[in-house]
C-alpha cells in the first residue's frame, strides 16, 4: 500500500504531526515501537508556549487532568531561588502522549505499535518502509523516532539524561504539587514535580564522568539533591531509573528526498527549560503544511524551506536554551544567579518570557 505519509515516532512531535497532515486531506500510518501508554524519561512539564501551541490546535482538552504550575524553586549549594511561572502543567507522559496517540486516530491515522518502522530504499517516487516485517511505501515520511532513534550527532561533552517516578506514598511533603523543583550541583542538575496521580516525576542531566564517579543515576541524583539539603524519597537510588543518550544533538540533516525530521530527532539541547514538547509540537505543526505539499507534487526545495520553517519556530528559542544549560555548567556562576534571583526575582522575567512566548507559529 502507499500511504500519502507515514509517521515514524509516535510521541508529541509525530503523534501531532500525523493529526495535523490527516486533517489537510492525508491518509496517515503512525508507528511506534511501543505500545501506549508508555513511560519516558522526561520532566513531565508542559510550559507556557506548548500548551498555547495544543490550545491554538484545537487540542487543549488533552492538558484537563494536568497540575497547574506555579513556580519553579531552584536550589543551589544551601541557597534556593522561586520563579513565578506564567502557565504550564506537570503532566505524565503516559497520559499526555497517550491522549495526543487518540487525537491523532480520531482524526482519521492509522496507528500501528509494537512495531519498528525503518527508512528502505527511495525509487524515483516514493520512498519504501520497513514496518516490522512488512514493506510499505509512502509519499512523505516524517521522521519523529526522538533521541534514541535520530541519526543526530551528540555535542562533545553533552550531558545524559535520567528518569524515574516515585509512587505517590514515598513521595515526602515537601515537593507540593504545583511547583518544579530543580536542585543543582556539581555533576548535573535533577528535576522533581508531582504529576496528576500524585506521584513524583524525577528527571535530571547528569554528566558521564560524575555518574560513573557517583556509581549509577540513582546515587548520582541522591548526591546532587543532598549538595542542595532536599529531602531524598526513600531508597531513591534503588528505583528502576532509566538513562538516555548523550542529549545536546545536531541533526546532520533536517530533510532528505521526501523525507523531513521533526521533534528531537531534529536536534535537541538539554531540558533544564523544559522546552522539549514545545519545540515536538511546534516543529509538527509547522511541517505538517509542507509535508501535505510534497504529498501533492513532491520538489527539492521542501527541503531548504523545512530548514527555515525549522530555524524560525524553533531556531531561537534552543539558543536561548543553549545559554541557559552554558550557564548551568558552571556551579559558581549558578550559585551567583540564584542568589541574585532570590534577591531580585523579577530578573528571571526576561528569559522566562522568552521561553513561554510563542506557541505554533501560525
Ligand atoms: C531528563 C529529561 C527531562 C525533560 N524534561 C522536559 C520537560 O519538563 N518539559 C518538556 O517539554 N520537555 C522535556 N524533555 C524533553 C522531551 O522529553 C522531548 O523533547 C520530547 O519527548 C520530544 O518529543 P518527540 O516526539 O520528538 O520524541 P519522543 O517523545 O522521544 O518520541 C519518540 C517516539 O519514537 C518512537 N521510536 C523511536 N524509534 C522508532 C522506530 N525506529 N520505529 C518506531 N518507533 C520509534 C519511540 O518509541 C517514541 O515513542 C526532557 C527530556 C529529558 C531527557
Redesign the pocket.
Known amino acids: 500500500m502507499t500511504w500519502d505519509a507515514v509517521v515514524?515516532?509516535?510521541?508529541?512531535?509525530?503523534a501531532v504531526a500525523a493529526r495535523e497532515l490527516a486533517r489537510l486531506g492525508c491518509s496517515v500510518l503512525l508507528?511506534?515501537?511501543?505500545h501506549f501508554p508508555?513511560p519516558?524519561?522526561?520532566?513531565?512539564?508542559?510550559?507556557g508556549s506548548?500548551v498555547a501551541s495544543l490550545r491554538r490546535l484545537g487540542l487543549g482538552h488533552v492538558l484537563a487532568n494536568g497540575v497547574p504550575l506555579r513556580d519553579v524553586r531552584i536550589g543551589a549549594g544551601r541557597r534556593a531561588a522561586t520563579v513565578k511561572l506564567p502557565g504550564g502543567v506537570s503532566l505524565s507522559r503516559e497520559a499526555f502522549?497517550l491522549a495526543l496517540v487518540r487525537e491523532a486516530v480520531k482524526a482519521g491515522v492509522e496507528l500501528r505499535e509494537g512495531?519498528?518502522?525503518?527508512l528502505g530504499e527511495s525509487d524515483a517516487v516514493t520512498p519504501e518502509i520497513f514496518v516490522g516485517h512488512e514493506r510499505v511505501r509512502a509519499k512523505v515520511v516524517i521522521v519523529?523516532?526522538?533521541?534514541?532513534?535520530s541519526d543526530a550527532a551528540p555535542d562533545a561533552g553533552s550531558r545524559i539524561?535520567?528518569?524515574v517516578v516515585v509512587p505517590a506514598d514515598a513521595v515526602p511533603a515537601h515537593f507540593t504539587p504545583g511547583t518544579i523543583f530543580m536542585a543543582t550541583g556539581f555533576g548535573g542538575y535533577v528535576?522533581l514535580v508531582r504529576v496528576e496521580d500524585g506521584r513524583l516525576d524525577v528527571?535530571?542531566?547528569f554528566d558521564v564522568g560524575f555518574v560513573k564517579a557517583q556509581g549509577g543515576l540513582g546515587p548520582a541524583a541522591e548526591t546532587v539533591l543532598g549538595e542542595v539539603g532536599w529531602p531524598r524519597p526513600p531508597k531513591l537510588a534503588e528505583l528502576p531509573w532509566k538513562g538516555?543518550p548523550a542529549?545536546t544533538r545536531h541533526a546532520r540533516h533536517l530533510a532528505g528526498e521526501r523525507w523531513f525530521a521533526?521533534?528531537?530527532?531534529a536536534g535537541?539541547v538539554e531540558?533544564f527549560t523544559?522546552?522539549?514538547?514545545?519545540?515536538?509540537i511546534a516543529s509538527a505543526a509547522a511541517v505538517a503544511p509542507i509535508a501535505a505539499r510534497a504529498v501533492q507534487q513532491w520538489h527539492a526545495s521542501h527541503v531548504r524551506e523545512w530548514e527555515r520553517a525549522h530555524a524560525r519556530a524553533i531556531g531561537t528559542r534552543q539558543r536561548v536554551c543553549r545559554v541557559v544549560s552554558r550557564v548551568l555548567r558552571s556551579p559558581r556562576l549558578t550559585t551567583v544567579v540564584v542568589r541574585a534571583l532570590s534577591a531580585l526575582p523579577i530578573l528571571s522575567r526576561p528569559v522566562v518570557a522568552s521561553l513561554n512566548r510563542r506557541g505554533t507559529p501560525a
Request: neutral net charge.
Open positions: 515514524i515516532g509516535a510521541g508529541p512531535a509525530g508507528v511506534d515501537k511501543a508508555r519516558k524519561v522526561c520532566g513531565c512539564c508542559v510550559n506548548a502522549d512495531v519498528t518502522a525503518k519523529a523516532t526522538g533521541l534514541g532513534g539524561g535520567a528518569g528535576g528527571a535530571a542531566a538516555t542529549l521533526i521533534g528531537d530527532a535537541y531540558p523544559g522546552e522539549g514538547m514545545a519545540w515536538a
